[in-house]
DNA sequence: CATCATCGGTTCTAATATGGAACCCTGAAG
DNA sequence: CTTCAGGGTTCCATATTAGAACCGATGATG
């Protein structure tokens, strides 16, 4: 399968790694919270091609993720702001700063630590449930058959590819 | 810059990614959650090459994301499995779905619902500071320099790449 | 006024990665 | 024997990427 066909599974997560899942995008979104905001800006902080970040970030426009806009007229230069489907992207951001912190860093600890401004104190945001607040741990979550598949199947849809419901456990 | 040297960045986000930030690693990842476990149940859930698949997954292997499990001596067939570090991830793909679930979804919802089985209810986890328990908004998080930069600009390390903090406001 | 630098790109070419298909080896099963 | 399944590897054509050069508008410098 071509990579372009990814976004036409039933998968939620296909479909987002089809906008962001790949080599550079989620880079130039992190860089973009870290507010960056031109087009020289990306590409020093980055090291990526000129070629490739102009088109990164005109997917990202054409996404939604990231918007345009002028900041001086009369030389027609914009910058890229995230809008809030980019916003949005935090907590994917956060748990692979977590993880990252903690399996791929080099013994010094975290190059970058997070103050929480609501309550002041440096934070590790954790993933909880909404309904009970207890932490999220894979082997204590089930994946059940949501209503993206059961309107498909109840409307006779043909072709329902890249689903399969299985326990999370390992 | 090449993709191979963005690892080298004193940033968890770039070690991360340089892991698992390619077209089709994540999906993997997301299917050995699933339950898939063998070469070709991957193979036939993916669409991926078989090529490609074998050479992802030894890598994913050599990181220590998964492991390969004899399960059948006689023929050599290996099966596998997440192991701690690649449990870990389990947020990451838990924040991707609630993003793609939100704003890359069909119009007919989740196709994938998830019921936390400690207290029985389906579940949208979501990401909290773990000091005060508040939901996590970007604007109310300010990145500051961590010990895996500090202890570097005090042994006088040159060429800090990667290293920039700024406010996560958009 | 001529020259230079900056910003935000685009165009080129060579190297690298990927998709698709065919092939290989081992050990059952018929 | 012959065939099949599992788990790969090899080969080639195509797609993507890196690196460098080029471009056009504007504004600052001398």
Redesign the interface.
Known sequence: ?R?E???GQ??????????F????T??II?D?????RRFSDFQK????TRHRLSDRLSRLVEYGILEKRLYDAKRARYEY??TE??????????????????????G????????????G??????????????P??????????????L??IARGDDEIK?????????
């Open positions: 399968m990579w066909e990814i976004d039933v998968c939620s997560i296909a479909r987002a790694l089809a906008i899942g790949d080599r550079w989620l880079l992190r973009a919270f870290r507010r960056v902080s980055l090291g990526i702001r995230l489907k980019g916003l949005d992207l935090y907590p994917v951001l956060m748990s692979v700063v977590n993880w990252g912190d903690k399996w791929a860093c080099d010094d600890g975290s190059p970058v630590v997070f103050r929480h401004l609501a309550c104190q440096p934070t590790h945001p954790k993933m909880v449930c909404d309904v009970c607040d207890e999220i741990d894979a082997r204590e979550i089930r994946p059940e058959v949501g209503p993206g598949v309107k498909k890249g689903y399969e419901t299985g326990n999370s456990q390992a």
